[in-house]
Structure formats: structure tokens, C-alpha cells
């Protein structure tokens, strides 16, 4: 099962088990949306549970917020993560805060699906990853899964979430891991062992990373496809790095982060998003705060460039395994 | 090269149209553009007439109560005179209300206070209109709908003053109510949020196959947001159960309606280009805005869709205690709205039909005053705004709460910090 499969799965599982929950977006219904993660749906649950709506993410957002304070349990697609913008007042200012201005009486189980990164030779609007300014508004949880079984279960804790869970999905990897090599074919999801996906329930939860491989000597904090770049990276450059799948950026899991830390003494913190308050700088933060007298050496970051994405250089924009190295390099070296 | 200011001669220069009021601080105030037609002059559509049918109504005004209080024409909803009655009562209690609070803030109790002087009408009569069970995503001069519901007045106090009985826990800006019981969704200082917000609730209801229906409101002013339009968009594609009010009161804080677009046409005529149903509606009309709502409920219960309504009516007071309307408006030009007040037409209207005088009127009057009064009085025990912070203090650590349904990590640390603070504070 790919990534797509996997979240397909997770939308089956779902709507079968609670009539509450529903799926809305542009395309998400006949169609089974651009990337099919929606794919028949429609024709099993009916269109007042599975539709396709205007091409207006306030609306969509603003429309689903109403749905889940009504009791329903709806699941959001925007089509693209660059898309998110127009929607995203509805989200910071209310999806957010509903809860809490209203002291627990409202909640809003929304969860809102986007695929997102690049890769894809998608330009500029359609290669952007926005998770920091999420992980920045207190009240969404900000989730982005690296394999079709992550992705599964932890869309179904999102659903399942009373709370706003913005889920980004990298669409780099929808059909399977990418090393960060842009001349290399991807290995199909169905080829590789993490892709085991179960077909009934099962949560993966919110918050928790996953230790993706034990190392010694440096530790990676990644998410999404970077983590399949960093592995890469650490076996291209062969260090003995422990690679941290971080699965939720907030909550983060600071257990896990710490623990790592303290072990190994370096760190080195990697995504694809422009650098400058890139969510690197919180884990950069968090690192300095909790473990600086178990550094060896600055926290060092490798990420996109400050830049809108471009189309055509967009493999010299993708932090790839040589921009992890020089970053590896850098917080080993001192 | 040619400067950029220079043109071809024989075209002329552009110009731009930037809309004013008719009149300033310092004229005569002029309501002259104003068209009024006849009381009972515009015909009622049948419930379940096409929605091209309402749109000549978009162009016009719904009016019962003529200018000597007497009902007339098809839209007269012929209610009793106990309705009538209680829709004045709660009229006068919202007015009652505003005074006071609208004190309260001037003597320093809270923060900030937004009253609905000469738009009464509004909320309470669709209120009355509206099923207790249907939900209201109103803005913050909706507070009618709260008093018209039976709803508590000390806890509307409560949470005006932020104090220790504010059931929001001190949140949330003065007027911005919330309860979930009363069919009242939380006020969002965003404008225009809500309104996608209740077409959203409004389908969930239809998906679930209740019978509930929301309605929602907006200024003329936030029609001009995305989420205007896009709830409009939503409320027509997929036909959903609610009704779209739009107040007219034709002033943004200190912009009037022409900046929004009121100038080229009118807001009810929104619904025109949307091809959902749409009514122009006297707004200190009581019983203009009951026929309305009842009218766009009955439509919206038998799932012919959405009702756009704008309310026609003017603010008599200023945005809220931060402005003064008479530094952007001729002085006193609420008190010469042609169409009135709201309360003195029902109140002549029940005179006419025999049910109601002045002597009565004065202890109604008095009554609702007391009553304010007195829960007041009990709100202010339980500290004001200003006192909260001193003599009342509010357990700080709730500050952290609410953020998600469980706290994580990150906020239990801060909120030890916090505590830690005031301990430090305290010695």
C-alpha cells in the first residue's frame, strides 16, 4: 500500500465506523480528488457525505468549522498546501480558538488534509511546505507523517482528534521513499518493508515520534520526506547518526528529542521549508534549552533556501543529502 | 522615456471614484436618497416561489407598520398581542441594557461596550421568529437575540466584566457572548468568520437530517470580506438551511455603507447574483423583520434553500465606546432616521390596536430598568473588570486551558511558569 492508499484506507475506516465524519474539497468527491486520496469515497458513503466544493479555501474552511460545531466530523481537503492561504484566517483565528474562547464549550474536530512539499517539479504554488506558520498558532496540531503506515494511523487519530489537526502530507513520497537524489527512480511503497499497512483500525499517536535508526554519533530531527533524505544522507556520508522521525511537529515529542540528544551530543535539524523561522529554529531552540550541556557542538540546520520555490532549479533548492552533509560536517567537526 | 504622469492628449485622464456620505459634521443632516415605499405596499412572494420571484424585492423595502403604527399589507404577520408584547419588553430590556452597561464602561467597570441603539428590532423580532432550537451565528450587536432567548442577564454581565462568574473565564472582549444551550455561537472579532461558519453548521444539520436551521449576520461593511462571498456561494450551491442576514445600519465604525459597495446597489441585491432568494427588509420594523425571518425560516425548513436579508436600518449610536460618531457625522443624525424607532413604532402599533398606553408603557419602562438594575447589582459582586484584577482574582493557571482538549507538554511548562512567577511575585 502507498502513501495515497494508506490515507484512502484511513478515510474508509473512518466513515464506515462514525456516519458523523465527512470528506469535502475541491475534487475530493466524483473524482476521488488530483491525487485520488478520496477515490471512491463518493460512491460508497453518498454525496452529503463526500463532496466536491467551490474553489474557495475560506469556504471550505469556514464551511467545515461550522460542521464540526455543529458534530460532525469532517475532513477537509485543500488541494495543495499553497492553496491554504485564503483559508488561513479561518484557521488561526477560528478553528484555533474556538475551544478556548469559549471556554470547552464548542470544540472543533476538523481535520484539515493537504498535500505538501516539493519535488514534484511543481513551482512555486505548488511545492510550498507552510508547517511553521501552523506550529506557530496555539491550538492546531500540526501532523505530517513519512510512511503509508504513519499516515494511516495518524490520520485516523487526527479524525478521531477533538481538536484542529492540520495534516500535511508529503507528497514527494505519496508512492514512496525519495533519497533526495533527484536522478534516482523512487523505490514503489509495496517494495519496501515500512510500507505494511494494516486495513482496519489502528491509530498511530499524535505527538509521538519514531527513532527511525539508532546512532551514536549525531542526532537528525526530521519529518515528512526529509526523513528519507536524512537516512540517506547518513548512510551516503557514513556516520553513525540516529535519525528521529519527529511525525508531530506540535505537540513535538521533547522526550524523544532530549533523549537522542543527550546520547549522541549533536544535533543537526532538517526541512524543506524556507529556513529563516522555519520550525528548525524552534527544534534548534528546544535543543539549546534543554541539552546544551550535552552539546558538542552548534545545532546546525540544513533546509530550503529563503526563496519562493522555483520550477526548474528546484533540485538545487531541495536540501538533499550533499546539503546534509556539509550540515553533518559542520556539527561534527567542532 | 515618458514620465509616468504623461498621457496621450486626446484621451482623458483617469479619474478615481471614492464614495462620500452626503453629509459631514457641521451639515445638515440628509436622508433625502433614502426611498420609502408605503407600508404594505410590496408583495409577499409565496414560500416556495422560485427565488427570481424575491429578487424585485431586493430593490425595495418590506414594511407592515405604516406611519401611524398600523399594520398593513400581505407581510403583516398578524401575531397576538401577548408576542407583541413580549417582543416590546424585550426591546426595552436590550435599550435598558445597553444603557447601563454603556455606564458601566464609561466608570471605568470594563473595558469596552457596544450598544444597538435604533436596531432593537433586528435581533429581537427574529429571535422571536426563530425556533429556540435554531442556531445563531450573530456579530456583536446581535445581543437581542440573548435577552429575547430567556437568557440571563447577570451572566451577559459576567461577562462584560471579565469577572470571576464569566463563563468564557475572561477570554473574550466585553459583548462577545457565547452559549451553546441558547443557540448563541461565540462572537469572533474577525468579521464576517461566522457567516461561512453557520452555512457550514446549517449543512451539517441537513446532512444529519435534522430539522434545526441556523441563521447568521453580518454588517454591511464585512460584506465586503471573502467570507461573505464565499458563504453565500456555499449557501446557494448546496442549498443549505440558513438565512443570511445582512444589518444595513450603514455605518462601518466611521466608514459608511458606500465604501462598501451600498452606493452602486443594495446588499440584498447580493443575493441576486448568487441566484439564491433575497429581501430588503425595514429593520425598525418589528414586525417587517418577524414576517421576514419567518418567511426565509419556512423556506429554509423545506429545503428550498438559503434567504439573504438585509435589514435596513441605522445606528443611532456611535461603533462602540472607542468612537464618536459626531467626528465623522452631522450631530444627532440617528434621531432623524425617517424610519424611525424601532421601540416607539411597536409601541404605537399596540397603542393602536387598543393593548397597550402610556401608563403601562411607563411601568414596563421602570420594570426592565429595575431588573437591570438589579442584575447588575448581583453581576458586580462577583467583581468587575477592573476590580478582577485586583480584589477578585482569577486562578491564573486557567489561562493555559481550553488550548486543546488535553494540555500538552509545552503548555503545562509554561503554565508552572507562570505560577512560579506570581509566587516569585507574591514574597
Not at chain 2, 451639515?27 to 408583495?43: C, L, N, Q, T
Not at chain 2, 456583536?140 to 447577570?154: C, E, F, N, S, T
Amino acid at each position: 500500500m502507498n502513501m495515497i492508499q494508506a490515507i484512502n484506507s484511513a478515510h474508509h475506516v473512518m466513515m464506515e465506523r462514525d456516519d458523523s465524519t465527512v470528506a469535502l474539497g475541491e475534487d475530493v468527491g466524483f473524482f476521488g480528488g488530483v491525487f485520488r486520496a478520496t477515490e471512491g469515497l463518493q460512491k460508497t458513503y453518498g454525496r452529503s457525505r463526500v463532496f466536491d466544493t467551490p474553489i474557495s479555501e475560506g469556504g471550505i474552511m469556514g464551511v467545515a468549522i461550522g460542521m464540526a460545531t455543529y458534530g460532525l466530523r469532517p475532513i477537509a481537503e485543500i488541494q495543495f498546501a499553497d492553496y491554504i492561504y485564503p483559508g488561513f484566517d479561518q484557521i488561526v483565528s477560528e478553528a484555533a480558538r474556538i475551544r478556548y474562547r469559549t471556554a470547552g464549550e464548542w470544540c472543533v474536530p476538523l481535520t484539515i488534509r493537504s498535500p505538501y512539499g516539493g519535488g514534484i517539479f511543481g513551482g512555486q504554488t505548488h511545492s510550498q511546505s507552510p508547517e511553521a506558520l501552523f506550529a506557530h498558532i496555539a491550538g492546531i496540531t500540526t501532523v505530517i507523517p513519512s510512511n503509508p503506515h504513519d499516515a494511516k494511523g495518524l490520520l485516523i487519530s487526527a479524525i478521531e482528534s477533538n481538536d484542529p489537526v492540520v495534516f500535511f502530507e508529503p507528497k514527494r513520497i505519496y508512492n514512496g521513499p525519495f533519497d533526495g537524489f533527484f536522478d534516482r527512480p523512487v523505490t514503489p511503497w509495496a517494495k519496501h518493508e515500512a510500507s505494511e499497512v494494516p486495513e482496519g483500525h489502528y491509530t498511530v499517536p499524535i505527538g509521538k515520534a519514531a527513532v527511525v535508526r539508532e546512532g551514536e554519533q549525531l542526532t537528525i530531527l526530521a519529518y515528512g520526506t526529509m526523513v528519507h533524505v536524512a537516512l540517506a544522507a547518513a548512510e551516503a556520508a557514513g556516520i553513525d547518526a540516529e535519525v528521529i522521525d519527529l511525525r508531530t511537529i506540535v505537540p513535538v515529542d521533547i522526550e524523544a528529542i532530549e533523549q537522542s540528544v543527550k546520547k549522541t551530543g549533536r544535533c543537526v535539524v532538517v526541512h524543506e521549508a524556507t529556513r529563516t523561522a522555519g520550525f528548525g529554529a524552534e527544534l534548534a531552540a528546544l535543543v539549546q534549552e534543554r541539552c546544551f550541556y550535552h552539546l558538542e557542538a552548534p545545532v546546525q540546520r540544513a533546509t530550503g533556501w529563503d526563496t519562493p520555490y522555483p520550477h526548474s532549479l528546484e533540485w538545487a533548492y531541495f536540501p538533499g543529502p550533499i546539503r546534509l552533509g556539509t550540515a553533518f560536517k559542520q556539527a561534527l567537526e567542532d | 522615456m515618458p514620465s509616468k504622469t504623461e498621457r496621450r492628449s486626446n484621451r482623458p485622464a483617469l479619474s478615481l471614484h471614492v464614495p462620500e456620505p452626503e453629509a459631514r459634521p457641521g451639515d445638515e443632516v440628509d436622508f433625502s436618497r433614502i426611498e420609502i415605499p408605503a407600508a404594505g405596499s410590496v408583495p409577499r412572494p409565496d414560500v416556495s416561489a422560485p427565488a427570481a420571484d424575491t429578487h424585485p424585492l431586493c430593490f425595495t423595502l418590506v414594511r407592515v407598520l405604516d406611519e401611524d403604527g398600523k399594520a398593513t399589507g400581505p407581510w403583516d404577520p398578524r401575531l397576538d398581542a401577548d408576542t407583541l408584547r413580549r417582543m416590546l419588553k424585550d426591546m426595552l430590556t436590550v435599550r435598558a441594557f445597553d444603557e447601563r452597561m454603556f455606564r458601566a464602561q464609561r466608570q471605568g467597570k470594563t473595558s469596552f461596550y457596544m450598544k444597538s441603539l435604533g436596531e432593537e428590532a433586528v435581533a429581537v423580532a427574529a429571535a422571536h421568529a426563530l425556533d429556540g432550537e435554531d442556531m445563531c451565528f450573530p456579530t456583536y450587536r446581535q445581543q437581542g437575540l440573548l435577552v429575547a432567548r430567556g437568557y440571563p442577564m447577570v451572566e451577559m454581565m459576567n461577562q462584560i466584566y471579565s469577572n470571576r462568574g464569566d463563563r468564557l473565564k475572561g477570554r473574550q472582549l466585553p459583548i462577545m457572548y457565547s452559549d451553546k444551550k441558547k443557540g448563541f455561537f461565540s462572537i469572533s472579532g474577525n468579521l464576517g468568520t461566522q457567516y461561512p461558519q453557520a452555512v457550514g453548521w446549517a449543512m451539517g444539520s441537513a446532512i444529519k437530517g435534522d430539522s434545526r436551521i441556523a441563521a447568521a449576520w453580518i454588517g454591511d461593511g464585512s460584506t465586503a470580506e471573502g467570507d461573505f462571498h464565499s458563504a453565500v456561494t456555499f449557501a446557494g450551491v448546496y442549498r443549505a438551511p440558513v438565512i443570511l442576514n445582512v444589518v444595513n445600519n450603514q455605518w462601518a465604525i466611521s466608514s459608511f455603507s458606500g465604501i462598501a459597495g451600498g452606493e452602486l446597489t443594495t446588499f440584498a441585491a447580493r443575493a441576486v447574483g448568487y441566484g439564491i432568494a433575497g429581501l430588503r427588509v425595514d429593520g425598525n420594523d418589528a414586525l417587517a423583520v418577524y414576517a421576514a425571518t419567518r418567511w426565509a425560516a419556512d423556506r429554509a425548513r423545506s429545503n428550498l434553500g438559503p434567504t439573504l436579508i438585509e435589514m435596513f436600518t441605522y445606528r443611532v449610536e456611535g461603533h462602540s465606546t472607542s468612537d464618536d460618531p459626531n467626528a465623522y457625522r452631522p450631530q444627532g443624525a440617528g434621531r432623524q432616521w425617517p424610519l424611525g424607532d424601532p421601540i416607539e413604532r411597536l409601541k404605537r402599533h399596540l397603542v393602536g390596536l387598543g393593548e397597550w398606553d402610556d401608563a403601562r408603557h411607563e411601568a414596563l419602562t421602570a420594570k426592565v430598568d429595575a431588573e437591570v438594575r438589579a442584575a447588575q447589582k448581583e453581576a458586580e459582586k462577583q467583581g468587575t473588570l477592573v476590580a478582577s484584577t485586583i480584589d477578585f482574582p482569577q486562578d491564573v493557571r486557567t489561562m493555559f486551558e481550553d488550548v486543546y482538549e488535553e494540555m500538552p507538554w509545552h503548555l503545562k511548562e509554561q503554565q508552572a511558569q507562570m505560577v512560579a512567577e506570581l509566587e516569585a511575585k507574591k514574597k
